[in-house]
T-cell receptor
Framework: AQSVTQLDSHVSVSEGTPVLLRCNYS??????LFWYVQHPNKGLQLLLK??????LVKGINGFEAEFKKSETSFHLTKPSAHMSDAAEYFC?????????FGAGTRLTVKP | EPEVTQTPSHQVTQMGQEVILRCVPI?????FYWYRQILGQKVEFLVS????????KSEIFDDQFSVERPDGSNFTLKIRSTKLEDSAMYFC??????????????FGEGSRLTVL
């Protein structure tokens, strides 16, 4: 069985400051991990994915995430938040066809 | 850029009515999925579909639900007799390879179902 826990339901940052969205996973196998973003009234868009290659993964829009097996974490970061980053972010753990979503973290960016 | 499209974007129905949600996956994709998100809750897996048959389904996907690929392009989710608790956003997704290890899932914008 596998699961994912997003530690913060809501994160608020000021524009230009760093973003950290936390994700911990549980998996019996070597998992694949993803971050998806959902803007209001839009579908889910893939930000980045980890599939057992480099542990530091770079995604779109300046986001990156680091896979830390010892901590079972896959936190999402961005050095400098932009207003357009305001959205819901989902961490996803997967093995084959079994994809499990976290509860989501709503990111608010203040001007 | 190719995308997954879903219709309708919002449907309101009476309890007990049948509902069909439609999806057009990306044309060269072979794996299709339905997920749902009840307001304020997690995105939940419903079903995956490959080679014209269900490959996996969750415990949510009971006998009231069915999926079909009636032609070469559409992928539909039918709820036979809707219940209040079926109110949710339903997301269709497709992928070239099995979702997860290497296959990225491409999601549609969702169909919001409201059951009154």
């Amino acid at each position: 069985a596998q699961s994912v826990t997003q530690l913060d339901s809501h994160v608020s940052v000021s524009e230009g400051t760093p973003v950290l969205l936390r994700c911990n996973y549980s998996s019996s196998y070597s998992p694949s991990l993803f971050w998806y973003v959902q803007h209001p009234n839009k579908g889910l868009q893939l930000l980045l994915k980890y599939t057992s290659a480099a542990t530091l993964v770079k995604g779109i829009n300046g986001f990156e995430a680091e896979f830390k097996k010892s901590e079972t974490s896959f936190h999402l970061t961005k050095p400098s938040a932009h207003m357009s980053d305001a959205a819901e972010y989902f961490c996803v753990v997967s093995n084959n066809n079994d994809m499990r979503f976290g509860a989501g973290t709503r990111l608010t960016v203040k001007p | 850029e190719p995308e997954v499209t879903q219709t309708p974007s919002h449907q309101v129905t009476q309890m007990g009515q049948e509902v069909i949600l439609r999806c057009v996956p990306i044309s060269n994709h072979l794996y299709f999925y339905w997920y749902r998100q009840i307001l304020g809750q997690k995105v939940e897996f419903l079903v995956s579909f490959y080679n014209n048959e269900i490959s996996e389904k969750s415990e949510i996907f009971d006998d009231q639900f069915s999926v079909e690929r009636p032609d070469g392009s559409n992928f539909t989710l039918k709820i036979r007799s809707t219940k209040l608790e079926d109110s949710a956003m339903y997301f269709c997704a497709s992928s070239e390879a099995p979702g997860g290890n290497t296959g990225e899932l491409f999601f549609g914008e969702g169909s919001r179902l409201t059951v009154l």
